[in-house]
């Protein structure tokens, strides 16, 4: 495989920032955020030159790697901190530095009245690195560390503003969470060493048809709890919805576009582990068809515009995970459907920040109301992406989700049919929350007091907003034309046969616009038709109200696993005072005790002395005695 | 004459010896009651000697009296100093190690 040894400069220039910004304090406060940037954006030139060298080779020879240190030398078992840039690594070096670097600069004016701007700045940055570390790590084990970077990025950055206690819990709530998921990477890591003896990519793909399948699946498995906790997934999905504490542009950029989809990367990179166990691809599946469900019923009756955008994250993550279930058929488009996810949703969540900071941070939409007037371009970005992520023709959203609602319904038999109204289903609902959202925010009648003063932002905020809504209108159309995306990746997985088709494409289509139009049309009638009460109504369906709750998943996790925690903790704690402390307390309390009875025996009157010793004298004689007898 | 009365004389001796160092406070007294028991072993030993028909019984006895001698020179040093400091001779009086 050809060397490169360009690629560490990818990594390099983003955590030179964070170090610098972090070590330098309050000394780069006046220009932190513009070398955070810069650097950022050298990233992403890195990357431009890396796709144009890749697209001058043969698809065969694409593949570079970077080799930087022997990092583990153990006997027969190697492993080097080394970076491989592919096919599949290229889009997210490019979604990652290209996406991040607008980001940046949106910050530069959303955080501008934040006294902690550079240390904002110094995370973000830290976030490039790890999340760059991830997608060009070369075995599982540098793809941890990336993993596990990206998950500390993502804990500094909810708990921001962790003056605020209710941020902080969210950004403890994130961080065990995805613990959870972690443990499933370690365990995955663990079993391919001690069954197959390499974590390489390479390695573990060259075993992966001898290897039997049972350890296939155990890998899947905890491949699939990794993916669940860091992309947000059911039953690991509840930290999403609280992560959105942190500072807009955080959640346009970690849980939005990037970091939550990185789970999406681990199942389509461990694309030979999945297709060579069945059965945790059908876990997969399964997994991301709940959640693209969950997702969008809880996007349903969101009132935070920002927690409303997260459960359609979710949701549409949960798309990506049942596409990347599909095996070799739906890895690209779950890769599609990523790359016009990260364009469109990061650019909604970048609009919901221009309308919160013009509407003096205000989330609740209900409060919302008539803003197309005071903010166009944020109205006509965010409509753009709207209309891209409910999928209508010729926005990005269309040809990705189509193409996973197409191959989920040709998947065969029963479970095709389940797939894929699961995923026309998903379609209408999340035709109907997208649109509540806009017809809230944007278009229904003013709902707001006249101490706010709603007003458009300035352009640093504007610019990233409208280039991310271009690639909302075209990167569906560019990366599906003449199956773009789909030749570009398709040496790295494996040949698939012909699948049948049960519907024809167009029908597929027809039926997917079908849903959409009932979702928009629902929404319409009962958002912008009627009137919207300023506080959420109370006397709601008892589904509404359980959906306003996450549909009871926190109450859940509560009952299920935090209060039997909290009971054997508290268990543990009774047990290690009365039996552990008491045991060590005890010993102390019987030699003391012994000590004062023995004391008393040692009076300092030599006579008692003398009488002992006769007495102790008369026994022994008496005991010799007994005993010659 | 048995030469058991000799080991009966011994046995009265050492008791009279042993209730005087626990019954009396003087430790003059028990002084000279600690001696009368080391002169009633010693007298044991001689007597048993004789019986035997053997010579390590005197030969002991001889070690002891020299035992004595030593115990006597320092046991009455500390009874002369204990008297100095304390100007008392009642060996209860002089219990201060037990605090």
Redesign the interface.
């Known amino acids: 495989m050809v060397t490169n040894n360009g690629l560490v400069y990818l990594i390099a220039l983003p955590l030179f920032g964070a170090l610098s910004l972090l070590l330098l304090g309050r000394r780069a406060d006046k220009w932190g955020h513009l070398l955070a940037t810069t650097l950022s954006a050298g990233s992403f030139a890195v990357g431009l030159l890396q796709l144009s060298e890749m697209l001058a080779r043969t698809p065969e020879a694409r593949p570079v790697t970077q080799k930087l240190f022997t990092w583990i030398s153990v006997g027969s078992f190697n492993v080097d901190a080394s970076l491989l840039l592919d096919q599949l690594s290229i889009c997210f070096v490019l979604l990652i530095t290209g996406v991040g670097t607008l980001i940046h600069i949106y910050s530069i004016s959303y955080m501008s009245h934040d006294p902690d701007r550079r240390r904002f700045f110094a995370y973000l940055n830290l976030f490039i690195a790890a999340m760059l570390l991830l997608v060009l790590g070369d075995s599982y084990l540098n793809l941890y560390v990336g993993w596990e970077g990206v998950g500390l990025a993502s804990y500094l950055l909810i708990g921001f503003w962790n003056q605020k206690p209710a941020y902080a819990t969210a950004s403890k709530k994130a961080f065990i969470m995805n613990r959870i998921g972690d443990m499933g990477l370690s365990f995955a890591i663990m079993i391919a060493f001690a069954s197959l003896g390499t974590v390489s990519f390479s390695g573990v793909k060259e075993q992966a048809h001898q290897a039997s399948e049972a350890t296939m699946t155990a890998i899947g498995i905890m491949l699939l709890v990794a993916a669940v906790g860091k992309s947000a997934q059911f039953p690991l999905q509840a930290w999403l919805g609280d992560a959105m504490a942190g500072p807009t542009p955080v959640s346009a950029l970690i849980h939005a576009a990037t970091m939550v989809t990185a789970g999406v990367y681990l199942i389509v990179r461990s694309n030979f582990v999945f297709d060579a166990a069945p059965n945790a691809q059908l876990l997969v599946v399964i997994v991301g068809a709940i959640t693209l469900m969950f997702g969008a019923l809880v996007g349903t009756a969101k009132d935070d515009i920002k927690k409303a955008l997260a459960a359609s994250t979710m949701s549409q993550i949960g798309y990506m995970i049942l596409a990347s279930g599909l095996g070799p058929a739906g890895y690209a488009f779950a890769i599609m459907h990523l790359l016009t996810h990260g364009f469109f949703k990061a650019g909604m969540f970048l609009g919901a920040g221009s309308v919160m900071h013009g509407m003096n941070d205000e989330v609740n939409m209900r409060r919302y109301g008539g803003l197309r007037k005071f903010m166009p371009i944020t109205f006509i970005t965010f409509g753009l992406g709207y209309l891209a992520i409910i999928g209508v023709p010729p926005f990005a959203g269309f040809y990705s989700k189509d193409m996973i609602i197409e191959t989920a319904l040709n998947a065969g038999g029963a479970k095709g049919i389940i797939l894929g109204s699961v995923a026309l289903l998903g379609a209408a609902i999340t035709a109907f929350y997208m649109t509540r959202v806009m017809i809230l925010t944007f278009t229904s009648s003013k709902r707001w007091d006249d101490t706010q003063h709603p007003h458009e932002s300035p352009i640093l905020m504007w610019l990233p907003m409208a280039i991310l809504a271009i690639g909302s209108v075209i990167s569906g159309f560019l990366l599906y034309r003449g199956e773009a995306l789909k030749h570009w990746l398709e040496p790295l997985f494996e040949e698939h046969g012909e699948h049948t088709e049960l519907l024809p494409p167009i029908v597929v289509s027809g039926l997917a616009l079908f849903m959409v139009v009932i979702g928009v049309a629902l929404a319409v009638i009962k958002y912008q038709l009627s009137d919207v009460e300023v506080v959420a109504p109370e006397n709601v369906s008892v589904f509404t109200r359980i959906a306003r709750r996450d549909l009871l998943q926190d109450d859940i996790n509560e009952a299920l696993f935090m209060r039997p925690g909290q009971l054997i903790t508290s268990a543990l704690v009774k047990i290690d005072q009365s039996v552990v402390d008491g045991a060590v307390h005890g010993i102390g309390k019987m030699a003391l005790g012994s000590g004062s009875v023995l004391r008393k025996s ?6 008692s002395y ?2 002992l010793i ?1 007495i102790g004298a008369g026994v022994l004689i008496a005991a010799i005695w007994v005993v010659t007898k | 004459m048995s030469l058991d009365n000799y080991l009966y004389l011994s046995a009265i001796l050492f008791t009279i010896g042993a209730v005087g160092v626990v019954v009396r406070r003087n430790a003059i007294v028990v002084f000279m009651c600690v001696e009368l028991m080391l002169n009633a072993a010693n007298l044991t030993l001689v007597t048993f000697s004789r019986i035997n028909g053997t010579l390590d019984g005197q030969v002991i006895a001889f070690f002891t009296m020299v035992v004595a001698a030593c115990e006597v020179v320092v046991g009455l040093a500390i009874i002369v100093t204990i008297y100095r400091s304390r100007r008392s001779t009642s060996i209860d009086d002089a219990s201060l190690l037990k605090r």
């Open positions: 040692q009076t300092g009157f030599v006579r003398a009488v006769l």
